[in-house]
């Protein structure tokens, strides 16, 4: 409640009683801030900095070579974990056995990453979205590069960030 009084020299001025002013204190508590909206780009950066470390060591374990250390970082999945050139491997372990059977017959592989997005959907689900070139060496000493680009699906777990759906393709060359 607030009441109308006149000050020394006969102004009004609007005196605020108690009520009014827990209820102007309550609306001020509930403004947001700068400081929430850094508070919010901050964690979005760290979020955006966890899912592409997890993603640089995916991709170190593909240049190994090494299809179970790749796995590694992939969850358990019965509902589409990877899509490889529209085909849907329904399972982890599908998908595992398709990997390990394309890494056959390679020596190397080196990708050269040219675009990398991350999209935070929320603080434990996050989109990596990339595109790059992959240079294979066979056993057979051939060498081809091949254009691809990939959508991740990364949610946090008690041990880190995981993938829980994979989506490469190659792009048809234009």
């Known amino acids: 409640m607030s009441a109308i009084i006149r000050d020394g020299k006969g102004r009004l001025v609007t005196h605020a009683g108690r009520r009014t002013i827990v209820v102007l204190f309550g609306i001020l ?15 979005t950066q760290s979020v955006e900095k966890a899912v592409l470390a997890v993603s640089a060591e995916m991709t170190r374990a593909g240049e190994a070579v090494d299809a179970d250390r790749l796995f590694s970082y992939i969850l358990e999945n019965d509902k589409g974990s990877v899509i490889q050139n529209g085909v849907v491997l329904a399972t982890r372990q599908e998908a595992l056995e398709r990997v390990r059977s394309n890494l056959s017959g390679i020596s190397k592989i080196q990708y050269h990453w040219k675009r990398q997005y991350v999209t935070v959907l929320s603080p434990d ?4 979205a ?16 091949a254009p691809f680009a990939q959508t ?23």
């Open 125 to 128: 689900v996050a989109l990596l």
């Open 152 to 174: 991740v699906v990364f949610v946090l777990r008690p041990g880190g960030w995981r993938a829980i759906h994979a989506h490469q393709s190659v792009p048809r060359v234009r």
């Open 130 to 145: 990339a595109e790059g070139d992959s240079v294979v060496t066979t056993t057979a000493g051939d060498t081809f590069t």
């Open 29 to 43: 508590l509930c403004v947001p801030t700068g400081g929430g909206l850094a508070d919010t780009r901050a964690d």
